[in-house]
């Protein structure tokens, strides 16, 4: 009877949990890995995050600047194209918010390109950066983020796949035209909605 899912000490069926996307699996207490390049290595001390392209003047900020803003936390999950999604994590650092209000955005603007320190790119409409969508974080449950996951400092967007939320990031370029980054030149979705499934261009 493989359809039996209550009593006589069947294993009680189990909902799916309704924070996973379709096609989605919980890795639990898990974090996979997934980096392209070689894990840089830095320090905070001489990292820098910059706004250019579509604004009024180009913004650079050191981290110290960025430990001025108000801190802002994610509670939440996180999902992977590659079907893993992290349920009930969290993040602290700022929102992108309060950085995207230090620079005076030029009306055209409609999309960013996001890059690391090691030349991963990713883009993303403005629109998915702002309304406390989005983070630059340092930590993870309460700890520094380690580098393989994207420390000291990484883009978090969790409401799109993981791979919109670039590790080492360091410039933001805001552009009047989408500007496919390094997985979308390579057959992923420009914009890449786990609850629309869109994992690849054409999805
Ligand atoms: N710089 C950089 N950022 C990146 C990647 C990468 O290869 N390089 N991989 C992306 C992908 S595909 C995912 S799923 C997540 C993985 O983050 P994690 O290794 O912390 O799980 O980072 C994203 N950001
Ligand atoms: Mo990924």
Same mark, same amino acid.
């Given at each position: 009877?493989?359809?039996?899912s209550r009593g006589f000490g069947g294993r009680p069926h189990r909902q799916r949990d309704e924070r996973l996307p379709p096609g989605q699996y919980d890795v639990g207490s898990d974090w996979p890995v997934l980096t392209a390049?070689?894990?840089?290595?830095?320090?905070?001390?001489?990292?820098?995050?910059?706004?250019?392209?579509? &604004?009024?003047?180009?913004?650079?900020?050191?981290?110290?600047?960025?430990?001025?803003?108000?801190?802002?936390? +994610?509670?939440?999950?996180?999902?992977?194209?590659?079907?893993?999604?992290?349920?009930?994590?969290?993040?602290?650092?700022?929102? &992108?918010?309060?950085?995207?209000?230090? &620079?005076? &955005?030029?009306?055209?603007?409609?999309?960013?390109?996001?890059?690391?320190?090691?030349? +991963?790119?990713?883009?993303?409409?403005?629109? =998915?950066?702002?309304?406390?969508?989005?983070?630059?974080?340092?930590?993870?449950?309460?700890?520094?983020?380690?580098?393989?996951?994207?420390?000291?400092?990484?883009?978090?967007?969790?409401?799109?796949?993981?791979?919109?939320?670039?590790?080492?990031?360091?410039?933001?370029?805001?552009?009047?035209? =989408?500007?496919?980054?390094?997985?979308?030149?390579?057959?992923?979705? =420009?914009?890449? =909605?786990?609850?629309?499934?869109?994992? +690849?261009?054409?999805?």
């Amino acid at each position: 009877m493989a359809f039996a899912s209550r009593g006589f000490g069947g294993r009680p069926h189990r909902q799916r949990d309704e924070r996973l996307p379709p096609g989605q699996y919980d890795v639990g207490s898990d974090w996979p890995v997934l980096t392209a390049e070689v894990t840089p290595r830095f320090s905070l001390d001489n990292w820098t995050f910059t706004i250019d392209g579509l &604004v009024g003047m180009t913004h650079t900020w050191s981290f110290q600047d960025i430990r001025a803003l108000p801190e802002s936390r +994610y509670d939440g999950d996180i999902h992977c194209v590659t079907t893993w999604s992290k349920l009930g994590t969290s993040f602290t650092g700022v929102s &992108v918010d309060s950085l995207i209000a230090q &620079v005076q &955005v030029a009306p055209e603007a409609e999309f960013v390109l996001a890059t690391s320190t090691t030349g +991963y790119t990713t883009n993303l409409p403005l629109a =998915d950066l702002t309304g406390g969508k989005a983070w630059l974080v340092w930590e993870h449950e309460g700890k520094p983020l380690t580098a393989e996951h994207g420390g000291p400092i990484r883009l978090l967007v969790p409401h799109l796949y993981f791979w919109k939320s670039a590790k080492w990031i360091t410039k933001f370029t805001l552009l009047d035209h =989408d500007e496919p980054g390094f997985w979308e030149r390579n057959g992923y979705h =420009d914009r890449g =909605d786990p609850w629309k499934e869109q994992r +690849y261009q054409g999805d």
